[in-house]
């Protein structure tokens, strides 16, 4: 313990922060989700500076951001986010953990070997326990299965959800990245096991509207929520990129898997027009943007990133204005067809 550590004042949340922040009911479950999560897909892994996460993380608490969305590999290095939010747990959060949803998920590669990727029973079950000694926890929240196996069959992948939930590992189970027709056949499988199936988390922003077309339909006969990562196209629908790719944005990093050639001309122009929509809404780009995917009843959170507090405190604001006109959805609708 250094003297730094030491000197660290005790963190006491604000105590108006379930006023802040709006809650919404995960499908027909018993389960209450913040309209805004706080993903760490990025900025919170070892070769990002611990304060700066810690900050964050400890901001959106104070604005009733109960929900901290994390996998097996995010990082960099895989595994490392998860790290980080148990450190956090460990020095200022853990009288509060009762107050908070923690979910990890696993599917992607993490190690390797045959056993460390896809959706194996083996893999889940041993991904979840790396976790849980990771953050320092005996369970989370939500454990998702993080994309579909085109070849382990769907039956062993549902059964091993079921049996992390009955081992006491997980209190709900989701899926993320599956098509309507294998989320219907998921929780028929977890519906005849007894299984806590209670959410699925896909990516959804206006660049990405593949969920309109049967994913929502299906969520709403199911009765589970739906939790969407990327409601700004990983930065693309905020001010960021407008006048091109800046230095230190998330394209221009070589350990982050974006990409400048997804930067396109045609993106960019569609955003500065949406842009305009955003300010005569008195809002930014992000801010439109990420309550644009709550427009759904059947979403019940938008998973946000952030690489400073102000851009948590900027994406709570934004939910002060979440209602659309009809003529606004249509403008958006004919910008993002154009």
């Given at each position: 313990?250094?003297?730094?550590?030491?000197?660290?004042?005790?963190?006491?949340?604000?105590?108006?922060?379930?006023e802040t922040m709006s809650y919404r009911r995960c499908g027909r479950s018993?389960?209450?989700?913040?309209?805004?999560?706080?993903?760490?897909?990025?900025?919170?892994?070892?070769?990002?500076?611990?304060?700066?996460?810690?900050?964050?993380?400890?901001?959106?608490?104070?604005?009733?951001?109960?929900?901290?969305?994390?996998?097996?590999?995010?990082?960099?290095?895989?595994?490392?986010?998860?790290?980080?939010?148990?450190?956090?747990?460990?020095?200022?959060?853990?009288?509060?953990?009762?107050?908070?949803?923690?979910?990890?998920?696993?599917?992607?590669?993490?190690?390797?070997?045959?056993?460390?990727?896809?959706?194996?029973?083996?893999?889940?079950?041993?991904?979840?326990?790396?976790?849980?000694?990771?953050?320092?926890?005996?369970?989370?929240?939500?454990?998702?299965?993080?994309?579909?196996?085109?070849?382990?069959?769907l039956e062993e992948s549902m059964a091993a959800l079921d049996q992390i939930?009955?081992?006491?590992?997980?209190?709900?189970?989701?899926?993320?990245?599956?098509?309507?027709?294998?989320?219907?056949?998921?929780?028929?499988?977890?519906?005849?096991?007894?299984?806590?199936?209670?959410?699925h988390q896909p990516r959804y922003n206006m660049f990405d509207r593949w969920?309109?077309?049967?994913?929502?339909?299906?969520?709403?006969?199911?009765?589970?929520?739906?939790?969407?990562?990327?409601?700004?196209?990983?930065?693309?629908?905020?001010?960021?990129?407008?006048?091109?790719?800046?230095?230190?944005?998330?394209?221009?990093?070589?350990?982050?898997?974006?990409?400048?050639?997804?930067?396109?001309?045609?993106?960019?122009?569609?955003?500065?027009?949406?842009?305009?929509?955003?300010?005569?809404?008195?809002?930014?780009?992000?801010?439109?943007?990420?309550?644009?995917?709550?427009?759904?009843?059947?979403?019940?959170?938008?998973?946000?990133?952030?690489?400073?507090?102000?851009?948590?405190?900027?994406?709570?604001?934004?939910?002060?204005?979440?209602?659309?006109?009809?003529?606004?959805?249509?403008?958006?609708?004919?910008?993002?067809?154009?």
């Amino acid at each position: 313990m250094t003297d730094a550590h030491l000197r660290r004042p005790v963190v006491t949340p604000a105590a108006g922060r379930y006023e802040t922040m709006s809650y919404r009911r995960c499908g027909r479950s018993g389960l209450l989700l913040p309209s805004v999560s706080l993903g760490l897909w990025w900025n919170f892994g070892a070769v990002d500076p611990h304060e700066v996460s810690r900050a964050m993380i400890l901001r959106a608490f104070d604005l009733g951001i109960t929900h901290f969305d994390l996998a097996n590999n995010y990082g960099p290095p895989p595994g490392s986010a998860e790290e980080t939010l148990g450190r956090v747990l460990r020095e200022d959060l853990r009288a509060y953990r009762d107050e908070m949803i923690i979910s990890s998920k696993a599917g992607w590669r993490m190690w390797p070997g045959p056993y460390g990727d896809w959706g194996s029973r083996k893999y889940l079950i041993a991904s979840l326990d790396q976790s849980l000694k990771r953050m320092g926890i005996d369970y989370v929240d939500i454990y998702y299965h993080h994309r579909p196996d085109p070849d382990t069959p769907l039956e062993e992948s549902m059964a091993a959800l079921d049996q992390i939930a009955r081992s006491g590992k997980a209190i709900y189970v989701g899926v993320s990245s599956y098509g309507p027709e294998d989320t219907r056949r998921a929780a028929k499988l977890l519906g005849e096991l007894g299984t806590p199936f209670v959410i699925h988390q896909p990516r959804y922003n206006m660049f990405d509207r593949w969920i309109e077309h049967g994913l929502l339909d299906a969520l709403d006969d199911i009765g589970i929520g739906c939790v969407v990562f990327s409601p700004l196209a990983q930065g693309l629908l905020t001010d960021r990129y407008l006048a091109g790719i800046a230095a230190d944005s998330r394209a221009a990093k070589p350990h982050i898997l974006f990409g400048a050639d997804r930067v396109t001309q045609d993106k960019l122009d569609k955003a500065r027009r949406l842009s305009e929509v955003a300010r005569a809404r008195g809002q930014n780009l992000a801010q439109m943007a990420m309550v644009w995917t709550l427009r759904h009843p059947q979403v019940t959170s938008a998973v946000i990133g952030a690489s400073r507090v102000s851009q948590i405190d900027e994406a709570v604001g934004a939910l002060n204005n979440m209602a659309f006109a009809d003529d606004e959805l249509r403008v958006i609708d004919t910008i993002l067809a154009s």
